[in-house]
């Protein structure tokens, strides 16, 4: 018995144990969640303080406990519509003196986000407020925020670089034929180049003389902000021989870019700090460079989006469009669904904008978007589409319900064709002593056969899968802008076009950003007072918990590059990024794809969701290798 009582008296004391430790989890947890929450009224007289880490997004990814365990959680990032709202708010907030943007973590965003931002900004300069940016080295995307400033500071080992669109695209037709894989290319699209990467050894002429016209077009719009903004920008001097420009300076890049008029003065983070001091006031304390200011969260909190007049439902469709609950981040058919008929069910909303941000996807994943898209129109509710810096291929379906599309001149849309890839290893297998047989009652039997090869009927069953595909994307878009198939046929073929090209042909109706869109809407829907509302962007304590642990765990942020060389480095990490995208859309099996491979380096920054499969297939691919 002495035993028995001496067991129980442990187990007790365990069990007392553990619920101390859930009790103390618990406290501690909601402690974390109400230091997390910034307090409204806590805004402090001075500079509002935008710290600009990892690139500016439609929609920030969401960390799940499970990406915390493993570490790979997603990175940082600022969503467009914050920042524009503080810089609205801040030019007409008496507590604020000037607006200070860092962009020492930055890591880029669309030309559309860019410009947004710029004209923001613009606005605090219009209220006779002074608008200071800090950065070690501005890129094409940092040099376009920097423009709409007041005052341009660049560190002393820094410097400014402008390189305009365009780069590299992999090509695997010879990597596959050494192995003897054989990808089978499914498609309807002269310019669908989508699958070029598996067929060929380099681009077509018809994807360079579509992706050239495109690019084109983006750098000349570029160039048309920053000289707008900052007509002292010698844009010709830093583009047209850059080894002589900076070499006037002496080798310094940093000189060289107050030389071209890309930046006003050379100093460090204290000397900045100081000089934001000066306008705004020292913060108390012995810090050098420390001045009086609020950063964007807390100021977001004491400055709450209005709820007058009637309800604008705006749903974000953001990243690759992919089947299931993925995302915020990225674009989960079926969450995006439910999130459109919870609200067209609810009553409670006078409208519906679209804002998308995407190269498409799956072809299932955007069925569903735009079926949900085109029943709460059903309900005789107006909808508007905000296209952002990519809506193509996919992103281009579910904007078919839109009574009204609005694009930028630097949107890229279109790309309206479909594809799929599948590979098969007959022979691979065979040059490794491994043969396959089997018996068939069909000429579809135990098909696609990625070992043993396709059969003549398989592969015409697919394509013809592909063709049906094509001409539902080519009526949808027919229907949608009130022309025959044969017209949108013309402009389809998986072309991808720029948002002023795109105006004139048809496939937009006029400039505009996400504010236009929700005026049209609220205009259509009779409101004379309105506010929007973002679906599924709730305040999320629990993943804000976790995302401040994912940070304190890694206590860095990828972010911009501090010289030239580690630029180059940022870049080549990219391209091994982009490989390993081009094997999942090879590998995956994906199914039918409405998808922009052209357009990915181009594509909004967002949660990575390759498929499952990917990792077996790698594994075979390196012993085929070896």
């Not at 410097?159 to 992999?170: D, E, K, R």
């Not at 439902?313 to 299931?324: E, L, P, R």
């Not at 049906?468 to 402009?491: M, Q």
Request: with cysteine.
């Amino acid at each position: 018995m002495k035993f028995a009582r001496s067991v129980w008296k442990i187990l007790i004391a365990i069990k007392d144990g553990l619920v101390l430790l859930l009790l103390l989890l618990f406290f501690g947890g909601l402690y974390a969640l109400l230091a997390l929450r910034p307090v409204p009224g806590s805004v402090q007289p001075g500079a509002l303080y935008l710290a600009l880490e990892g690139p500016v997004v439609e929609e920030r990814a969401r960390i799940r406990p499970s990406q915390l365990l493993s570490g790979s959680g997603p990175m940082k990032a600022v969503q467009e519509r914050d920042v524009v709202r503080a810089l609205s708010a801040a030019a007409q907030d008496a507590r604020i003196k000037a607006v200070v943007l860092n962009l020492e973590s930055f890591d880029g965003g669309s030309q559309v986000a860019m410009a947004r931002i710029g004209a923001a900004m613009d606005t605090v300069r219009a209220a006779k407020k002074p608008v200071l940016v800090y950065a070690g080295l501005y890129a094409d995307d940092g040099v376009q925020i920097a423009a709409h400033a007041s005052e341009v500071w660049v560190d002393p080992l820094g410097g400014a670089l402008v390189v305009g669109p365009g780069g590299t695209q992999l090509y695997f037709k010879a990597l596959l034929d050494r192995l003897k894989i054989k990808a089978h290319v499914f498609k309807v699209g002269t310019y669908k180049s989508a699958v070029e990467p598996f067929v060929r050894e380099n681009a077509s002429p018809e994807a360079k003389e579509a992706l050239g016209a495109v690019y084109a077009a983006l750098w000349e719009t570029w160039q048309a902000d920053v000289k707008k903004a900052r007509p002292k920008a010698d844009i010709a001097l830093v583009t047209g021989d850059p080894v002589k420009w900076i070499a006037a300076s002496g080798g310094n890049a940093a000189k060289a870019a107050v030389a071209a008029g890309l930046a006003d003065r050379v100093g460090d983070k204290i000397a900045f700090g100081k000089r934001v001091a000066e306008i705004v006031g020292k913060d108390a304390g012995d810090v050098d460079g420390a001045f009086k200011g609020t950063a964007l969260d807390a100021y977001l909190a004491d400055r709450t989006a209005p709820t007058d007049g009637k309800a604008i439902a705006v749903v974000t469709v953001a990243g690759n469009i992919v089947d299931g609950d993925a995302g915020p981040g990225t674009a989960g058919g079926d969450r995006i669904a439910e999130l459109i008929d919870k609200a067209a069910a609810s009553g409670d909303y006078a409208a519906l904008v679209v804002r998308i941000d995407s190269p498409g996807g799956s072809v299932t994943g955007s069925e569903r978007i735009r079926a949900a898209i085109a029943r709460m129109k059903a309900k005789k509710l107006p909808v508007a589409v905000s296209m952002a810096g990519l809506a193509a291929s996919g992103g281009y379906w579910v904007a078919t319900p839109a009574d009204r599309v609005f694009a930028e001149p630097a949107t890229i849309t279109g790309s309206i064709g479909i594809f799929a890839v599948i590979p098969s290893f007959e022979a691979a297998l065979a040059n490794i002593g491994v043969g396959t047989d089997g018996v068939r009652t069909t000429g579809l039997s135990g098909q696609p056969d990625v070992f043993g090869g396709f059969s003549p009927t398989a592969e015409a069953v697919i394509q013809q899968q592909i063709e049906s595909g094509y001409a539902r994307f080519v009526a949808l878009v027919a229907a949608s802008r009130k022309k025959t198939t044969a017209e949108i046929d013309r402009i389809a073929q998986g072309r991808i076009w720029d948002g002023g090209t795109a105006r004139q042909i048809g496939l937009v109706d006029e400039f505009g950003g996400i504010d236009a869109a929700l005026g049209w809407a609220a205009k259509a829907a009779g409101a004379k007072t309105w506010h929007p509302v973002y679906l599924g962007a709730e305040d999320d304590p629990f993943s804000a918990l976790l995302g401040s642990l994912a940070e304190s765990e890694s206590g860095q942020t990828r972010g911009a590059a501090p010289d030239f060389a580690a630029l180059a480095a940022q870049r080549q990490s990219a391209l091994a990024g982009q490989l390993a995208g081009d094997l999942a859309r090879l590998l995956g099996g994906g199914g039918a794809q409405v998808y922009c491979l052209e357009c990915a380096g181009l594509a909004p920054a967002g949660e990575a969701a390759p498929p499952p499969a990917l990792g077996t297939w790698l594994g075979l691919l390196a012993r085929l290798a070896g």
